[in-house]
């Protein structure tokens, strides 16, 4: 089942006497329980897609529809409910708040939830989070008391707190070495596989686009190509680097 449809996708920026089309004419497909990895350099366009994909924006003209319904015109109080709802968000700076204990964190999501909750059910849900992120002994911890992966894990537990459809990941791994860079993509890998949630991973880093289902290349605005992988699951913790095996692609998508 399609969880995303793009058609004829156009974001347009006017900078002055400037036009800058930021994506031109992106059509695209996304099924339910997909990792989709999203590549290409500095200006390719791949970040203003995460942003209209995130309803963080809206296109300049084209059709989005998310879980069959057209998102592409509604206002930007419409998209914040819908975020909130069925988004799940992962930033490569974190985005944790430092006075606030994890448990906190996690919470905020659930501040604007409708119906409103109570403090404990907030509570208690922030709690099952962190816990199924391995992090029940760190709920209580501040940011600057935790190493960089513990951060993304409560990161990621805020992003599943309210059971979202999808998780957008931008640059996740972005702030960390590389053992634990391994360690939160064998995460997010867990989550489409035993929770069935579609993932879409924005990354520069051809290793780590690796370990998608499909990885999508842009330039210039344009998707380049668009191709099933075989997913990498060479995890191997007691090393400091990914293996060297090269890449394993399945057939383009037409």
Known sequence: MSVITLENIKKTYYLGDNTVNALRDVTL???????????????????TLMHILGCLDRPTSGKYM?????????????????RNRQIGFVFQGFNLLPRTTATENVEVPLLYSRPVLTSAERKDMALSALSSMGLADRVDHHPSQLSGGQQQRVAIARALVNNPAIILADEPTGNLDTKTSIEVMKLLQELRKEKGITIILITHEPEIA???????????????SDEANTPREDFDETRTAYKAEPVVAAAAVE
């Open 29 to 47: 497909n996304v099924e339910e329980g997909e990792f989709v990895a999203i590549t290409g350099p500095s200006g390719s366009g791949k970040s």
């Open 66 to 82: 998310l879980n069959g319904n057209d998102v592409s015109g509604l206002p930007m109080e419409a998209l914040a409910e819908i």
């Open 210 to 224: 690796a370990y998608g289902t499909r990885i999508i290349s842009m330039r210039d605005g344009l998707v380049v």
